[in-house]
């Protein structure tokens, strides 16, 4: 419990897992430009403190990243001006946020430079199973650096150790691709099926009980179907994992065509302007904006 932890990225999925490590009686310092974003994870309990001074995380033992994009976790760390420039020798870096394997395996390499270590500990699912401790985290890296980390991780969430960094970003890179490409059929399909006259409630009611019942299905149907897309994951970080995995996939030599074809008709509704709003905005993309997207 002497352990003191930084935590930069207190957002949507950043801040549920600070705050169960502060209330488990962990020292953490939750960072973030907003001071007062920071002090609204810390006031979970008495073991945390909040800052808006970068500098202020140098000093850590472990350091938690959950950021929103890749080029955000970079430059937070790597570079002359990046943490492992200030870090103690003997630290780790354990990374949360969903980035492409490369990335992933030159800021292990960099960390290692440094005598830090390096965990990837990618998030799975969403805020709510974060909060109940419920959210799965897709670990490798260094295996001592691992185990040191490990009762963190299982105070945070479900840690499974899936041995190497690279495993460990795909895993939720195929995740994100398998699922928002299951969401772009959905929306296809409940578009097909308001043109035949079907009440949209009605048709995800008879879908569930067929080969077409899913995930996506039972969560993001009845938004589609009300049109509600408060954004519980902006469809821009949807289209963001996608072009990750589909990036990935392509370095890998694994012919992808069905989901490289998901991934236009998110990168269509982006360009529409839906980037903001939920992933299941994706059922409102214009047929002109697809076909243009597909066509680029």
């Known amino acids: ?71 955000h976790v970079r430059r937070a760390v790597s570079g002359p001006t990046g943490l492992y420039g200030r870090m103690n020798r003997g630290a780790v870096h354990v990374e949360c946020s969903t980035i492409d394997p490369a990335l992933a395996e030159s800021l292990a390499e960099e960390a290692a430079r440094r005598g830090i270590a390096y965990v990837q500990a990618t998030l799975g699912k969403t805020p709510l199973a974060a909060a109940g401790g419920e959210a799965p985290i897709f670990t490798g890296g260094d295996a001592a650096a691992r185990k040191r980390v490990w009762p963190l991780l299982e105070v945070m969430g479900k840690p499974e150790d899936v041995s190497s960094i690279n495993a460990a970003c795909a895993i939720k890179l195929i995740s994100n691709l398998v699922g928002m490409a299951n969401l772009a059929v959905l929306a296809e399909g409940m578009r097909l099926g308001q043109r035949a006259g079907i009440a949209p409630e009605l048709l995800l009611r008879l879908l569930a009980d067929t080969g077409a019942r899913g995930f996506q299905m039972e969560t993001r149907g009845p938004w589609i179907a009300n049109k509600d897309f408060a954004p519980r994951f902006a469809l821009s970080l949807a ?11 392509r370095h ?22 839906l980037g903001k709003l939920d992933c299941a905005a994706v059922s409102e993309v214009s047929p002109q904006t697809e076909e243009a997207s597909a066509r680029s």
Not at 239 to 249: F, N, Q, S, T, V
Not at 252 to 273: D, H, I, K, W
């Open 239 to 249: 289209h963001k994992d996608m072009r990750l995995g589909c990036e990935m996939a």
């Open 252 to 273: 890998q030599r694994v012919s992808t065509p069905v989901l490289e074809a998901a991934r236009a008709v998110f990168a269509a509704a982006e360009a529409q302007g």
């Open 1 to 71: 419990m002497s352990m003191n932890i930084g935590f930069w990225g207190v957002g949507l999925m950043g801040a549920p897992l600070a705050r169960r490590l502060i209330k488990a009686g962990y020292n953490v310092l939750a960072y973030s430009r907003d001071l007062a974003k920071a002090r609204e994870v810390a006031d979970a309990g008495r073991t945390g403190s909040a800052t808006d001074r970068v500098e202020d995380l140098s000093a850590c033992d472990v350091l938690f990243t959950c950021l929103a994009l890749p080029e």
